[in-house]
Every structure is written in structure tokens, then in C-alpha cells.
């Protein structure tokens, strides 16, 4: 079915879900809905990203709470399943095969039309640039390579709900670009969950940014909300012909200041402007070279919420 054509499901909810391995608790009480857009997921390595994003896709039963795709247990209804992929940090392609016998393996994972599926792996090795490789066998690929194909396998049944883990990782730059603004096109007819660790694509990827710690969501908010948050209390940065004089000139006025590469960073106050800071400077007699704006949105909150489990 085209992605034009496709009719799409409502989402995905997690219900008060509590999720772990044998006796490791990984989710805590977690309690979210997702609809058609581009969600991003941050959090530190452990948090429990991998372990939502598996429960989400019916490879993991919650201990506690339930998941509903669409208003259905994927538990309960397996069929469900066929809506929902997700693209793991690693390749899971089995090396012993080539590139186009595991997509037609997963084809039949996915109970798809064996006549649609050839037109299918076309289509996707077409447009993320391995028509080349689809014989290869998947054992001879780059970390590169092998990551654009299992993108076009995740996306092999068209899913409504798509879970992807770190999905530019091991990319040329130009091709991550190419592929972050597909998957940003398909936030608008499905539910998009992606992972990363790259605060600025986050910045530029997210319509609701969500942040995971120690199992939990301690932040779940539109981006609009997150750059609200980060203009109120932005850091600025201060590059000066002395740098110790400057940042001395700023101490001596009341600010905490940090050096990051040849700028003097400081967390300006809402009632002060950047022009006035800059008048004190030169009052003060230090020849400011450059001002500017030292944090993305994203960046910014991340960085006070971290900075909280200290």
C-alpha cells in the first residue's frame, strides 16, 4: 500500500506500565500517549529507552500496565504487530543472508502479500540507496550500509507506529540528512518515535520532545513549550580579546561563568539585555570580539534536568 493511500491508526498509549528483566525494574509507572507525529526521545544510556521502545512493539510484556496500539493490545492481538516497527541501535540483519532475502524473510514475518513485497523492497532500496547491495549478503556491509537496509526493512510493512533507535548512527552526513527529512515527512500520517543523542537533531526533529530518566518521563512537552522554558534563562557566550579579563568583569557583576572553547559563558538574567552586558564590558574596558547564543532549546533543558540528578 502506498503511504499516501495508507489509512492510519490513532497511536500508541502506555497505561501505568512497569517493565524489567527478571528482577530489574527498567520502566517505572510509565504513562504516556502518542499520536500521529514526530516524537523524540532523549535520556542517558540505561534510562529505559530500549526497554520502552521493545514494549511498545510487542517484543517485551509489561510486568505491570498495558500497552495499547490503536486501542489494542499487541499482546492479546497479534495482528496488531503488523502496525508497529521499530529499528533497534544495531542492524539486526541475520549476516548469513543476502539484503533482499531478509526483507522478503520479514515480509513473511509481517504476513504481507508475497506479490506486493518485491515491489516493495524496490521502492525502499530506491530511495534510501541500496539497490546495489540487495544481493550482497548482509555479512559484507558497512555499519553504513547495513543501516540503510534495515531501515527499509523496518519500513517494510508501512507501520502506523514507527520506533527508531539512534536511526542516522554510522551514516555519511549527507545521507542521514536525506533520511532525517523523510522520516520527518512520515511524523505527518504516523506516530514517529525517535531516539537520540544529538541535541540539535533533536531541536530540529521534534514536535514533542520527551526525556527519560531512571525509568521514568520526567519531561513530556511540545518543542514549542521546550523553547518557552529555554528563552526564559538562555546561556550566552562571550569571546574577548582577554578572556580572563572578561570573565573577571562578569564575576565581579554577580554572574557564575564557565570557559567553553575561547568563550566566556554565562546564564543571562531575564531583565537584562546582551547590549547591556556588553556596554558594562566596555565600560569595564574589555574588547568584546563576538556575542552569541550558546544552547539550543533542547540543549538548554536537557542540560538543567541532567544537572538536577547531580
Known amino acids: 500500500m502506498s503511504e499516501q493511500g495508507k489509512i492510519q491508526m490513532t497511536g500508541i498509549s502506555y497505561s501505568s506500565v512497569t517493565a524489567g528483566y527478571k528482577s530489574l525494574r527498567v520502566l517505572d509507572d510509565v504513562n504516556l500517549e502518542l499520536d500521529r507525529g514526530f516524537n523524540v526521545l532523549l535520556g542517558p544510556n540505561g534510562c529505559g529507552k530500549t526497554t520502552l521502545f521493545r514494549c511498545g512493539c510487542g517484543i517485551l510484556q509489561p510486568n505491570e500496565g498495558t500497552v495499547l496500539v490503536d486501542g489494542q493490545n499487541p499482546y492479546e492481538e497479534p495482528s496488531v504487530k503488523r502496525e508497529v516497527s521499530y529499528l533497534p541501535h544495531r542492524p539486526?540483519?541475520?549476516?548469513?543472508?543476502?539484503?533482499?532475502?531478509?526483507?522478503?524473510?520479514?515480509?513473511?514475518?509481517?504476513?504481507?502479500?508475497?506479490?506486493?513485497?518485491?515491489?516493495?523492497?524496490?521502492?525502499?532500496?530506491?530511495?534510501?540507496?541500496?539497490?546495489?547491495?540487495?544481493?550482497?549478503?548482509?555479512?559484507?556491509?558497512?555499519?553504513?550500509?547495513?543501516?540503510?537496509?534495515?531501515?527499509?526493512?523496518?519500513?517494510?510493512?508501512?507501520?502506523?507506529?514507527?520506533?527508531?533507535?539512534?536511526?542516522?548512527?554510522?551514516?555519511?552526513?549527507?545521507?542521514?540528512?536525506?533520511?532525517?527529512?523523510?522520516?520527518?515527512?512520515?511524523?505527518?500520517?504516523?506516530?514517529?518515535?525517535?531516539?537520540?543523542?544529538?541535541?540539535?537533531?533533536?531541536?530540529?526533529?521534534?514536535?514533542?520532545?520527551?526525556?527519560?530518566?531512571?525509568?521514568?518521563?520526567?519531561?513530556?512537552?511540545?518543542?514549542?513549550?521546550?523553547?518557552?522554558?529555554?528563552?526564559?534563562?538562555?546561556?550566552?557566550?562571550?569571546?574577548?580579546?582577554?578572556?580572563?579579563?572578561?570573565?573577571q568583569a562578569l564575576e565581579n557583576q554577580g554572574y557564575e561563568t564557565e570557559i567553553e572553547d575561547s568563550y566566556v559563558v554565562v546564564t543571562k538574567r531575564p531583565e537584562t539585555e546582551m547590549s547591556e552586558l556588553v556596554t558594562r564590558l566596555a565600560r569595564d574596558g574589555i574588547n568584546v570580539r563576538e556575542v552569541k547564543m550558546m544552547e539550543n532549546s533542547v540543549q538548554s533543558l536537557y542540560n538543567n534536568i541532567e544537572s538536577s540528578y547531580e
Not at 508501512?158 to 536511526?167: G, K, M, N, R, T
Not at 552526513?173 to 505527518?188: E, K, T, V
Not at 537520540?196 to 520527551?210: I, M, Q, V, W, Y
Not at 513549550?225 to 570573565?247: K, L, M, Q
Open 92 to 247: 539486526v540483519l541475520n549476516t548469513e543472508l543476502t539484503v533482499r532475502q531478509n526483507l522478503r524473510f520479514w515480509g513473511k514475518v509481517q504476513n504481507l502479500p508475497t506479490e506486493d513485497v518485491s515491489d516493495r523492497i524496490a521502492q525502499l532500496a530506491d530511495r534510501f540507496d541500496f539497490r546495489e547491495l540487495l544481493d550482497r549478503n548482509a555479512g559484507e556491509l558497512s555499519r553504513g550500509q547495513s543501516q540503510r537496509a534495515s531501515i527499509g526493512q523496518a519500513l517494510l510493512p508501512d507501520p502506523s507506529v514507527l520506533f527508531l533507535d539512534e536511526a542516522t548512527t554510522g551514516l555519511d552526513p549527507m545521507i542521514a540528512q536525506d533520511i532525517r527529512s523523510y522520516l520527518d515527512q512520515l511524523g505527518n500520517t504516523r506516530t514517529v518515535i525517535y531516539s537520540t543523542h544529538d541535541l540539535n537533531e533533536a531541536d530540529d526533529l521534534a514536535e514533542r520532545l520527551l526525556i527519560m530518566r531512571d525509568g521514568q518521563l520526567v519531561f513530556d512537552g511540545s518543542i514549542e513549550e521546550v523553547r518557552d522554558r529555554a528563552f526564559e534563562r538562555p546561556t550566552i557566550g562571550f569571546e574577548a580579546v582577554d578572556t580572563d579579563a572578561a570573565r
